[in-house]
């Protein structure tokens, strides 16, 4: 999305990709794995690059409901727009809910903290909601919210970039 107010525009345009691997060492316990790439105008940020792993725990393992929490340690590269090239290494601590209300509507919900451990004070933060309902056995629509922080953007840069989304989920 692009906005223009007094001769100042403003992009919200922004793509994140991430992959992440996790692998049971038992039950409840699993190491992971995960790679992320994000470009987020509104915090004048160009490129990002997150890699790194660590261990997790689901902590409820039910028919409708599943809990974990992950804790870490990532790498990341990152551009702004200004030129400004920061390299830090973070601690992630993490959690993940999905939770079956009803045969019919599902939410998941995603929350990782960075605290930057080389640049002291500094952190950010991912933190989505999404809800599924299924329309029939082949068709469900969701709705979520995803909220990406970072206290500390270059000049220009806002905060939080945070967006809506909705979408049509086909099951084949």
Known sequence: ANTE???????????????????LFDPTD????????????????????TYG???GRDLVERPDTHLSFIGG???VNEQ???????MNAEVLLGEKLGWQLTGYL??????????????????????????????????SLTAGVTDRYLNSPPPGGMKNDISLTTGVGFNF
């Open 30 to 49: 699993f190491v992971f794995v995960l790679g992320q790439v994000d470009h987020i105008a509104t915090q004048s940020l160009n490129l990002r690059q």
């Open 73 to 75: 340690l990532t790498f």
């Open 53 to 55: 792993g660590g261990l």
């Open 106 to 139: 599902h939410v998941d919900h995603l929350f990782n903290f960075y605290p930057n451990v080389t640049d002291i004070g500094h952190y950010r933060l991912d933190t989505s909601t999404t809800i599924a309902a299924k329309v029939r056995n082949w068709i």
């Open 5 to 23: 107010q007094n001769n100042i525009t403003t992009s919200a345009n922004s793509l994140t990709v991430g992959v992440r691997q996790d692998r």
């Open 80 to 86: 702004f727009f200004d030129g400004t090239r920061r």
